[in-house]
């Protein structure tokens, strides 16, 4: 009788399976038959903004939606390839679009987890839906996730497939591409980033908002020790590159853009003299304009007004906050809403942005993004001791 029983379950089950794999490939057939085509890779043209250089070539001004140097894969430093892999990736090289090996390893970890803790998309997979798919989770999604990946992989070189996904990958701060995120991130084109700058960038897809390192330094941290952890790992570096990695401190340019000149007001007649010609194409199709402008002079023009303006602002005195922050506002997490009110002010040269918290007669303690609070003593005070 158990035998019988056994017999049973052994035949429904793998009934229901039959009947799940014919499903699943019936979903692929009319899934495949609407998948797009990759014209959009093989002929990539990506939205390039409008740069307007001084005479020597300096930077002025840039327009755009979105921020993106393309470079080809060869141009890309292998420390850098290293570190894409080691944080998204690992088997890319090895599978043909789905790391089943990943997915398996994911499902262990976030089942010994009791939650979500990983993902099994591949670099591929990744690439098939920046450019095609939207972020929703369903499964007719990933289904066709999958199978574009499959696509992609069969018409498309790994280093080509590598490439798409370094010039397009969304990192932060409207920068679309590593090379756009090492110039906004660092100041430095992306030949130059160390090891510790490359781990750091290559945190970022996962999260780019949470792991921003101008806005949440101690999160993008915590995810460049992930990706270094993971890089020594793989054995890419040793045990004492780790450690002194993990030590060295990375300075984040604090300005979100990476102009060479304060030059707005050409750069916006520049911006409307181009416009008036191309209309919307002016910010996506990579123009670029040469002024007359030049360095000296410019810095020159600059200095003298910023000196006369600030004098007239300290003969007027201080004239009270410019605004009031609802530290209520995110829950108990104070430091995320001070960020946030922070998050489109930028320093002024010597000039920081900053967000008072307490003022005292003789001291006034002032939050900077990131989380640095600073002390206003003595002389700092002169400015507002007349204010009532």
């Known amino acids: 009788m158990l035998v019988r029983w056994l017999y049973y379950i052994f035949v429904t089950f793998s009934a229901l399976g039959l009947i799940g794999v014919l499903l699943a490939g019936f979903a692929a057939l009319v ?9 959009t890779l093989t002929d990539y043209r990506p939205k390039i ?14 327009f755009g939606a979105e921020r993106r140097n393309v470079v080809n894969i060869s141009e890309v430093p292998a420390h850098l390839k290293q570190a894409i ?65 499959f696509k992609i992989e069969n018409n498309l070189s790994k280093d080509n497939i590598l490439e798409l996904y370094v010039n397009q990958i969304y990192l932060g701060q409207r920068s679309y591409g590593f090379a756009a995120a090492a110039q906004t991130y660092f100041g430095k084109s992306l030949q130059e980033i160390n090891i510790a700058e490359a781990a750091m960038l290559a945190g970022l897809p996962k999260a780019p908002s949470s792991y921003n390192p101008i806005s949440n330094p101690k999160r993008a941290k915590s995810r460049q020790l992930y990706v270094l952890g993971r890089l020594h790992k793989l054995n890419y570096i040793s045990s004492k590159e780790l450690g002194e990695l993990e030590k060295q401190p990375i300075p984040v340019k604090k300005q979100s853009t990476a102009l060479a000149l304060p030059a707005d007001y050409v750069a916006e ?32 023009a600059h200095q003298a007004v910023r000196k006369n303006v600030i004098e007239y602002d300290r003969r007027r005195g ?64 002169k400015l507002h001791r007349n204010f009532d």
């Open 49 to 62: 903004p409008l740069r307007i250089y001084s005479d020597e070539g300096l930077l002025l001004g840039e």
């Open 85 to 149: 892999l080691a944080a998204e990736d690992d088997r890319f090289y090895e599978h043909g679009g789905v790391d089943y090996m990943g997915v398996l390893r994911a499902a262990y970890s976030n089942f010994s987890a009791g939650s979500v803790r990983q993902g099994a998309s591949t670099i591929t997979m990744q690439v098939a839906r920046n450019f095609f798919l939207t972020r929703e989770k369903t499964l007719t999604r990933k289904f066709s996730e999958a199978l574009l990946a």
């Open 31 to 39: 899934i495949h038959s609407n998948l797009p085509s990759l014209d």
């Open 269 to 300: 007649m520049v911006r409307q003299v181009i416009y008036d010609r191309y209309q919307e194409e002016t910010y996506s199709k990579g123009i670029k304009v040469y002024t007359t402008i030049r360095q000296l002079d410019q810095e020159t």
């Open 318 to 381: 201080y004239r009270g906050p410019e605004a009031y922050i609802n530290l209520l506002k995110n829950g108990s997490n104070q430091e995320k809403t001070l960020d946030d009110a922070l998050e489109e002010i930028n320093d002024s040269d010597d000039i920081y942005a900053a967000i008072v918290l307490s003022a005292r007669p003789n001291t006034v303690q002032a939050y900077r993004k990131g989380g640095e609070i600073i002390e206003i003593t003595g002389d700092g005070l």
